[in-house]
T-cell receptor, first 110, second 112 residues
Framework: DAGITQSPRHKVTETGTPVTLRCHQT?????MYWYRQDPGHGLRLIHY???????DKGEVSDGYSVSRSKTEDFLLTLESATSSQTSVYFC?????????FGPGTRLTVL | SQQGEEDPQALSIQEGENATMNCSYK?????LQWYRQNSGRGLVHLIL?????REKHSGRLRVTLDTSKKSSSLLITASRAADTASYFC????????????FGKGTRLHILP
């Protein structure tokens, strides 16, 4: 599983509240990614990181911010959660041209 | 918009038959990958094919790549019940190979 963990695994929150999801890896891989998965849309890239403090936007970055202050952690923040951000969020690392995925976080915004 | 688009969206076949899924993409790539996702789980890497390769095999999997048509196919031979899953293609971009974009996936159901 490439030592990837996500926390929390499940979260229910209310519209307008801030939410932070954490992705943690144990193997010092340079590249880390956040995707969201929704029925009919497959996986969509939100943000990714190519090093500490180096991040870039993906396909659906509006309403999300990220931070990477150390190699092992990549944080995804929803500044003010909306119902459209209800989704399953997957973190991934890249190693040897493959991506390895975390177990996912199911987020429900009421 | 998404780089890769899989076709068909859903596929049901009898166990033992071959399953073929297709992926089309929009811009030039360095690599194309296929992943599998079992229900409720994360994605698992299956195979990678580079832009200078035309065909690649791994066990019961065969992947082809046609860069002139910007398309790829995944063939699973002698399908098994355990192959029931969603299959996704993923591409990078020629000038930005660290940005990996997935398609919407094909849901494959193997009938007993």
């Amino acid at each position: 599983d490439a030592g990837i963990t996500q926390s929390p695994r499940h979260k229910v929150t209310e519209t307008g509240t801030p939410v932070t999801l954490r992705c943690h890896q144990t193997e010092n891989h340079r590249y880390m990614y956040w995707y969201r998965q929704d029925p009919g849309h497959g996986l969509r890239l939100i943000h990714y990181s190519y090093g500490v403090k180096d991040t870039d936007k993906g396909e659906v970055s509006d309403g999300y911010s990220v931070s990477r202050s150390k190699t092992e952690d990549f944080l995804l923040t929803l500044e003010s959660a909306t119902s459209s951000q209800t989704s399953v969020y997957f973190c991934a690392i890249r190693a040897y041209n493959e991506q390895f995925f975390g177990p996912g976080t199911r987020l429900t915004v009421l | 918009s998404q780089q890769g688009e899989e076709d068909p969206q859903a596929l049901s076949i009898q166990e033992g038959e071959n399953a073929t899924m297709n992926c089309s993409y929009k811009t030039s790539i360095n690599n194309l990958q296929w992943y599998r996702q079992n229900s409720g789980r994360g994605l698992v890497h299956l195979i990678l094919i580079r832009s200078n390769e035309r065909e690649k095999h791994s066990g019961r999997l065969r992947v082809t790549l046609d860069t002139s048509k910007k398309s790829s196919s995944l063939l699973i031979t002698a399908s098994r019940a355990a192959d029931t899953a969603s299959y996704f293609c993923a591409t990078d971009a020629m000038n930005r190979d660290d940005k990996i974009i997935f398609g919407k996936g094909t849901r494959l159901h193997i009938l007993p």
